[in-house]
């Protein structure tokens, strides 16, 4: 019998088993999936929040064209999230009941909460802008109760210094998002819902203002007496200032809706002194962040990426402007009004680069480029 040439392949057999190993590869898009952070709709809050703060500041154009492009970004992160939950359920439900991952689910509802209020003030779209409202308090609830239960009765529990962080402060932001989105609806609803969301708007400014002197103290005692390294300092701590600022828009929108309900009336001493005192520790917050960032980024030298993250502190610096402007409309403190165009010039820069970057991200990944951070 003749021996086979030693250079001569077998044909391989038709069917999977033949498949080329590209072939059998995952398509470029599903581990990306796998991974989107928990927290990205974070990109809808701060888009939100500077086309907002655009519109009360003279720039309607620029307030709408984000707008659009913002209602485009939600509904394609939804999207993303239930085909995430889909093909990946144990990580999606899974990082839901992570103590480092959980709380960035909130921006789902800051993020609904905020585009409600683009279509009440920019659309006018009442229809609209209570169904998304009614989404949010769904979602609110719903993940209010499963993060913090699923937090409290776990087994084993990661040390404070690994588990909590800024991103944790998002719970406010989705409990204060509410807040300011049933005030906006309150101002022009009739009876006999005009009431009942100025209670609600109420009930979420206070229940935030409590559950951030909660959070800020576990945040602080982090901050001060354990190890801090430079990859520690992620943007979600701007959160420990926009938290303050969104407070702030709910305080000064609750006091400009006082004379449509007594209650409001007979609390505005209470309005406006919590108003200032959130619009005060916001502030505090400013300097030191800037100064954690210098020392992050100049003196430890930790390298520029783009993380989905970065959005967590575009919003602060558009929702301060927008606070900032609406606090001194409520109470006229003109003296602040050079602070609000500061504030929105520099969210407009951030949302900039930081959209340049997710941009760029996307292309490398669609062209099945591993991204150099």
């Not at 995952?26 to 655009?54: C, D, H, K, N």
């Not at 789902?108 to 009614?134: E, K, N, P, Y």
């Not at 989404?135 to 009765?153: C, H, N, P």
């Not at 529990?157 to 807040?179: C, E, F, M, N």
Request: proline letters at 8%; one cysteine or more; glycine letters at 8%.
């Amino acid at each position: 019998m003749q021996a086979p040439e030693p250079d001569r392949r077998v044909p391989a057999p038709a069917g999977p088993r033949g498949l080329k190993p590209a072939d059998t590869a995952p398509p470029w898009w599903q581990e990306p999936l796998r991974g989107l952070s928990p927290a990205y709709f974070g990109l809808v809050m701060a888009t939100g929040i500077v086309s907002l703060a655009s519109d009360m500041m003279g720039h309607p154009r620029l307030a709408r064209a984000l707008f659009a492009l913002n209602a485009v970004q939600y509904v394609a992160l939804w999207l993303a999230y239930l085909l995430r939950a889909w093909r990946f359920p144990r990580r999606f439900f899974g990082d839901m009941i992570d103590h480092a991952k959980g709380p960035g689910y909130f921006t789902m509802v800051a993020a609904t909460g905020i585009l409600s209020s683009q279509f009440v003030l920019l659309r006018d779209d009442l229809a609209t802008g209570f169904a998304l409202w009614v989404l949010a308090v769904v979602l609110w609830v719903g993940l209010t109760y499963t993060i913090f239960t699923a937090f409290t009765v776990k087994k084993d529990k990661p040390p404070l210094d690994r588990s909590i962080s800024g991103a944790w402060l998002l719970a406010v932001v989705a409990t204060q998002a509410l807040a300011v989105s049933s005030a906006l609806l309150a101002a022009r609803s009739g009876q006999p819902f005009r009431l009942e969301l100025n209670l609600m708007a109420l009930s979420m400014w206070l229940w935030g203002g409590m559950l951030y002197i909660w959070m800020m103290s576990l945040i602080f005692y982090r901050y001060s007496f354990f190890p801090f390294s430079p990859g520690d300092l992620s943007p979600p701590y701007w959160i420990n200032m926009g938290a303050m600022a969104i407070s702030t828009l709910a305080g000064s929108l609750l006091i400009l809706n006082a004379p449509q309900a007594p209650y409001l009336v007979s609390l505005l001493p209470f309005l406006k002194g919590f108003t200032v005192f959130y619009w005060a520790t916001g502030t505090w917050w400013i300097p030191m962040l800037l100064l954690l960032g210098i020392w992050r980024y100049v003196f430890q030298r930790f390298p520029f990426s783009y993380d989905p993250l970065y959005w967590g502190a575009i919003f602060p610096l558009g929702m301060y402007a927008a606070c900032t402007w609406q606090m001194n409309h409520a109470m006229g403190f003109d003296f602040l009004g050079f602070l609000p165009p500061a504030f929105l010039y520099a969210a407009w820069l951030g949302w900039l680069l930081t959209f340049a970057a997710m941009v760029r991200r996307l292309l490398r990944l669609a062209r099945g480029r591993p991204d150099p951070g």
